[in-house]
């Protein structure tokens, strides 16, 4: 499984600078973020290069941040790509938590980064429904 970094961060000018400068002056790259904020503070959940490195550093810097195992799947860029794997989901009662996704090579393969309350489960269910899991390090060299 893919692991995602989760920052939680007061929402004001300069707090994604100080992030993502740390970031790129250790080299590690930027796979994909999504922010979201409610009331003055945010959570920022960034896909790495080097997820433990990209930790440790940001922990090493006070900021508030986990590590958490996400999947990622790769679906059809295509309407009902999604779909399908909401659908494969939903049938074994496994609901989708927090998603994300980006684009691969347009109308070919994008990905979706879940999170699930039964990642294990989860897992299985995807795989036996045919779809592609990208490994910790298949992500990250996208």
Request: aromatic share 6%; net charge negative; hydrophobic share 45%.
């Amino acid at each position: 499984m893919a692991r995602q970094l989760s920052i939680f961060a007061e929402n004001k000018p300069g707090r994604i600078e100080k992030i993502t400068r740390l970031l790129s002056q250790e080299g590690i790259n930027i796979r994909a973020i999504t922010i979201s904020s409610a009331n003055g503070f945010g959570v920022i959940k960034i896909l790495a290069s080097e997820p433990q490195k990209a930790f440790e550093l940001l922990r090493n810097h006070n900021f508030p941040v986990y590590l958490q195992e996400v999947i990622a799947v790769v679906m059809n860029d295509e309407p009902g790509g999604l779909h399908r794997v909401a659908r494969a989901l939903a049938e074994n009662q496994i609901n989708i938590e927090d998603a994300y996704g980006f684009v691969i090579k347009s109308g070919e393969k994008a990905v979706l980064v879940i999170q699930v309350e039964n990642q294990p489960q989860a897992h299985n269910i995807l795989e036996r429904n045919g779809f592609q899991l990208l490994t910790d390090e298949e992500i990250y060299q996208l």
